[in-house]
């Protein structure tokens, strides 16, 4: 698949007259660009369709005239012949601006989600911080399907109407002039009636959209506070208002459908007036022999056809209308801008592992003080760093910063020596197997969720992994064990079980650096010891970084360094640490070792009891 | 790789309208008898005018013209007016009387679904994402809508429309109406074959969407996951891969489509030259008139446009069908016993003794593993009982409990001296105040949220309260979402007042004081307690701080209570109170 929407296509698309016709819109303008010959082919079928259009009423008008004349039966048999042989050309004609024109318009959906999406996979975490999943997913949606409706039906429709505008027209005013004008004069109202209602249905439209989603917000409300709406016995207040928000909708709805309703039989009314018009101009023409009976029949014929035309020119504008606003919220996306991926130079292929900060003042984009200051520490391969420090004090923003998910001063840190910005974004967090606080599983089985990072490895052992990350006693309580699924759709694991799922999904991968955002936070003192276990053996030739505030999972690293605030306020090993007094590790200490003491107490009362 | 994990097969259980779920809508439809009659009522006065339209054409032509009787003319031109009036007319009540009746149903069904939705026990919302219940309750009604306003009147319209024109052309000449009408069996048998086609292969696009769209949804949450591990590209291909067979499968609509409109076209061109040939035949021979003629021709070429039209709101109904089939599956999902009991005695245990009684209560949320095991307590009237205990040794366990969220799996609990479970459960809850730890907000204001939209007034007692907090509340605040405008202490005022304001026999609080500092919070529930002297409170504490002031306090062990008594009699015990009180000393000199 083609990803032209995102890349701006230089001046090619700005120049073209589809861009400028489209209203200078740069999705439209690709789409109809790409698709332009199945397109063009579509529009001459639907306008050879609207010229075949103008021959059954002639015909019609014929027959009536050879039965008026008293013209033998074959001649009528010869027009009932024709009759039959352009509504044959018509339904070939209606197949094929169907097949050109709406697989346009479907190819074109394909084609904008799936670069819309594509989009998504390259914009930086950023971006996912700022905006919201349901905004996205009715970008997906909603935009994606009003776009390839104006590329489909919008195009249709307006073609169709002004071809039809063209054909019969000519056609009538080919039959009598005179009376054409007469039959046709009430349409002239047709573009008020379109024009006082245009904007009252667009209001309405949206007034009802709005409270839709506020319908919908109030759902999401109280249901995600069942709990406190069941202790509080107060479903009947809480439906009550429902009620009456769903009341409000409903009168919304009811505002939009008065408008709505009213808009298409006027439309049919004033187009019918000229029909009223022809009964009498017609027949007084007729009785003075001004023109056939036929010609008055035919001429009935395509006043009714012009009824169809005239609101569908409404429509088009409608379909163009959202289109329109539903790429520009498109673009909004399509043009943020990407990740880094490559260095402008090729960098190293491969990383051993070594981790510098240098003197790193890092702060959030739009944020009003650094949330880290002077950070200047080395883990080699082989070594443990920890970083302690209670909430707000940095150390995830430390550990985001290496895999690039926020984007450092240029140079305050290298791997191997080098900027980290030397090398390839790929290679980099390929290098890099991190694990945060609340990991994300997909919707696929336990072993699928394991092997997430490298799926085509077989060297490694599932088996083993899977021990290493104590999953095993949770695997015999799984449904299917290994192939549980999980995520959304799947089994909700807890949040110690998720935690070690990740913890083998990043073993899985074989990265020289490890990253654990306090990763065992969830995990009892005993399965955290032997992770500390398993660790020590799978990592020892791996740099491994580590933040937790527990002393248990840090007290034997290589260095400690302890956050606070966004700075390194203390550094050393912890047996160095805990004897300065009063330093803020040694009060984490101390306090967590009467925590760890008064644990170990209740577990031996517990034993006792049960 | 597919993303078949990611539908909801139970969503696209049928491909066929079930009879049973049609039914229960045409019984909803007569609820609104009177929306119904009227609609009906325009449908058929606008169907019969438009078609009259050829026969009146067809009076000017026979009667009018090749007559030369102008007087007769222009009276069935007067006459034309007032039916283009009528028609016009008809049809904007037709839809206002359909959308009406629409709204109305959709508003009863939503009610229902949503009323439903909170007699749900909260087991199945534990196992429930919201997300789909919210689907049920808002897009499900709406498709629904969409079936009735547009898909229903329509159909109704066209299947009047369709049927009327047959039944005319037949009362006109029923010779040439049978020979104009034998292309029809083939036009019904394709009709069949195709929508047959279509419902197949609309639902298949249904389930790709909706897989695309699920697949899309956990990309988007775990978008750092798939950037840190680089699997970009693998998890676009198979998006991609599912975009492309969704992109298919609307192809394989359209293509039936494709096929049935120009079928449609050729026989409408049949039928007509057929009417043309032998109509034009009969009236050379004189017996058939002229405008007869054209009235038949004009009616074979309107009878095939609401066929078409028939054909395109098939799959807008089969969508309201799947929808109304959800919707009436969740009706039936299991609720809370004795639910749908009126409160009618609320007073009664209200003003009781406000006792309660643990008897060998034992309770696992799984079945299996007991987070209470077998707990005997008696909490006295009025009495103020603290619960200590760490992380998992069954605190808010009890609460629940209590609350009757879930019910104990083995002995029982008595309130009063009568057991929970004969009590109905929303009177049983309306004994008890909880205090929450996490403050859920609705929409609205402050006030709106203390007083949950009860009838009564907030009395002074929020002054009071505000007052031993410390601060000047902005009752008329409308509310962020989360509440995230609201000051700390605010919040906290919030969680109580809002309890305080029902006036319960029983305080359940939930660790309640995590938003403000320990000497504020010992204010705040000295003012409580002397406003409530007479009211029992369980309180479940993480700061012992908090719990010393009560009567008594029950240190819980893994669902055993290992400990009771007084603060005094409890550090002189020497157990795990003791050691829980040290390390909260620690925690507070240190945070």
Sequence with gaps: MSDRLQTPSGPRIQDSLIYRMVGRNRILAELITRYSRPIFYGLLTLAFLNVLEVFPPLLLMKTIDAIAAGSPFSLILGFAGAYVVVHFLQGVCRYGWRVFLVRSSISSGRDVRADFVKKLFELPPRFFDKNRIGDLMSKANGDVESVRQFVGSGLIVLADSVFFLITVPVAMFWLDARLALWVVAPMLAVPFVVLFFEGRIHSRFKASQDHFSKLSASAQESLNGVRLIKAFAIEDRVTRNFEKQGREYID?????????????????????????????????????DAITLGTMVAMQRYAQKLVWPMMALGFSVSFYQR????????????????????????????????????????????????????????????????????????????????????????GSIRIDGRPIEEFDLGILRR?????????????????????????????????????????????????????????????????????????????????????????????????????????????????????????????????????????????????????????????????QRRAEDLEQFLESQGGATS | MSLDAYIEKEDFRTAKPSLVVLVKLLKELFQQKRFLGLGILFVILSTASALYEPTLFGQVIDDGILKRDVGLIERLGMFYFGLLVIRAGSLVFQAYFFEKLAQEMMQRLRMKVFHHLQRLPLSTYDRTPVGRLITRLTNDTSSMNEMFSAGFVTLLGNFLLIVGTLI??????????????????????????????????????????????????????????????????????????????????????????????????????????????????????????????????????????????????????????????????????????????????????????????????????????????????????????????????????????????????????????????????RELRAVFGLVQQDVFTFSGTLRENISLWGDREISDRYQRLAGAIGIEPRLDLELDERGSNLSAGERQLLSYLRVAEREPRIWLLDEPTSQIDSETEKRLLEQLFSESAQRTFLMIAHRLSTVKQMDRIVVLNRGEVAEMGTHEELMKLGGIYRRLEAVDREQRVSM
């Design chain 1, 252 to 288: 919304l709805n009811l505002r939009l459908a008065r408008v709505q309703g009213t808009f298409g039989p006027l439309m049919d009314f004033f187009t019918s007036l000229g029909l009223v018009i022809l009964l009498f101009k017609g027949s007084t023409l007729v009785l003075s």
């Design chain 1, 323 to 410: 289109a329109r606003a539903s790429s520009e919220r498109l673009e909004e996306v399509f043009d943020q801008k990407n990740e880094i991926l490559a260095p402008s130079q090729p960098g190293p292929r491969k990383i051993s592992g070594t981790v510098e900060f240098r003197d790193l003042n890092f702060r959030y984009p739009g944020a009003e003080r650094d949330a880290l200051k002077g950070i200047r520490f080395v883990a080699e391969p082989g070594t443990r760093t920890a970083l302690v420090g209670s909430i707000g004090s940095g150390k995830t923003t430390l550990l985001g910063l290496i895999p690039r998910f926020y984007l450092a001063p240029e």
């Design chain 1, 431 to 591: 290098s890099i197997a991190f694990v945060s606080q609340d990991p994300y599983l997909f919707s696929e089985t336990l072993a699928r969720n394991v092997v997430w990072g490298d799926p085509e490895n077989v060297d490694r052992s599932m088996d083993r992994i899977i021990e290493q990350s104590q999953l095993t006693h949770d695997l015999a309580t799984l449904p299917e064990g290994r192939e549980t699924l999980l995520g959304e759709r799947g089994v909700n694991l807890s949040g110690g079980q998720r935690q070690r799922v990740a913890i083998a999904r990043a073993w899985w991968i074989d990265a020289p650096i490890l990253l654990f955002d306090d990763t065992l936070s969830a995990v009892d003192v005993h399965t955290e010891e032997k992770l500390l276990g398993a660790l020590k053996q799978e990592s020892a030739s791996k740099t491994l970084i580590l933040s937790s505030h527990r002393i248990s999972s840090v007290r034997e690293a290589d260095q400690i360094l302890v956050l606070h605030e966004g700075e390194i306020v203390d550094r050393g090993v912890h047996s160095d640490l805990i004897r300065k007094k009063d330093s803020l590790y040694s009060r984490y200490y101390e306090q």
């Design chain 2, 168 to 425: 005319w052309i037949f009362v006109l000449n029923w010779k040439l109406a049978l020979v104009s009408v034998l292309s029809f069996p083939i036009l019904i048998y394709f009709s069949i074959h195709f929508s047959r086609k279509l419902v197949t292969s609309y639902r298949e696009t249904r389930m790709r969407l909706s897989a695309l769209n699920a697949f899309l949804a956990e990309n988007i949450l775990g978008m750092k996951t798939v950037q840190m591990f680089r699997r970009e590209a693998q998890q676009l291909a198979r998006f991609d891969e599912t975009n492309e067979q969704y992109c298919q499968d609307q192809m394989a609509s359209v293509q039936v489509y494709s096929y049935f409109q120009p079928l449609i076209t050729w026989c409408s061109g049949i039928a007509v030259a057929t009417a043309l040939a032998f109509g034009g035949n009969k009236a050379i021979q004189g017996q058939l008139s002229t405008g007869e003629l054209v009235a038949f021709t004009s009616y074979l070429v309107s009878l095939f446009q609401p066929i078409r039209d028939f054909v395109d709101r098939w799959t807008i109904f089969l969508s309201g069908m799947s929808s109304a089939e959800r919707i009436y599956g969740l009706l039936e999902w299991e609720i809370e016993p004795d639910q749908t009991k009126p409160l009618e005695s609320h007073f009664q245990f209200n003003r009781g003794r406000g006792e309660i009684v643990f008897e060998n209560v034992t309770f696992a949320y799984n079945g299996v593993d007991p987070v209470i095991r077998n707990l005997n307590l008696r909490i006295a009237p009025n009495e103020k009982v603290g619960f200590v205990g760490h992380t998992g040794a069954g605190k808010s366990t009890i609460i629940s409990l209590l609350l009757r969220f879930y019910p104990p799996t083995s002995g029982r609990i008595l309130l009063d001296g009568v057991d929970l479970q004969a009590i109905p459960v």
